[in-house]
């Protein structure tokens, strides 16, 4: 399985979505908390293009933020991202 990194802050509505969505799939992730560290936050923007939180990560490839995860989730594609088997 791909490491997954989640760029979030602790009251984020959509950083809660996407945790609560990757923990049902059974993902490890490791999450960098923006909020309590301004360079991470500075290196979230560098590599994404993008200020808002969640930014997540599977491997190298930028996902994007909760809607974009929900979206590919939606469509069958995350599982497989995930290196999961495919539940539907």
Same mark, same amino acid.
């Given at each position: 399985?791909?490491?997954?990194?989640?760029?979030?802050?602790?009251?984020?509505?959509?950083?809660?979505?996407?945790?609560?969505?990757?923990?049902?799939?059974?993902?490890?992730?490791?999450?960098?908390?923006?909020?309590?560290?301004p360079?991470?936050?500075a290196?979230?923007?560098?590599?994404?293009?993008?200020?808002?939180?969640?930014?997540?990560?599977?491997?190298?490839? +930028?996902?994007?933020?909760?809607?974009?995860?929900?979206?590919?989730?939606?469509?069958?594609?995350?599982?497989?991202?995930?290196?999961?088997? +495919?539940?539907?």
């Amino acid at each position: 399985m791909p490491e997954v990194t989640v760029y979030a802050t602790a009251t984020c509505p959509y950083c809660t979505r996407a945790r609560r969505l990757l923990e049902k799939k059974g993902v490890r992730y490791t999450e960098i908390r923006v909020d309590q560290d301004p360079e991470r936050r500075a290196e979230m923007t560098k590599r994404t293009g993008r200020t808002s939180v969640p930014q997540i990560f599977i491997g190298d490839r +930028h996902i994007g933020g909760y809607d974009d995860t929900a979206a590919l989730d939606a469509q069958g594609e995350l599982d497989s991202l995930l290196g999961l088997a +495919h539940n539907g």
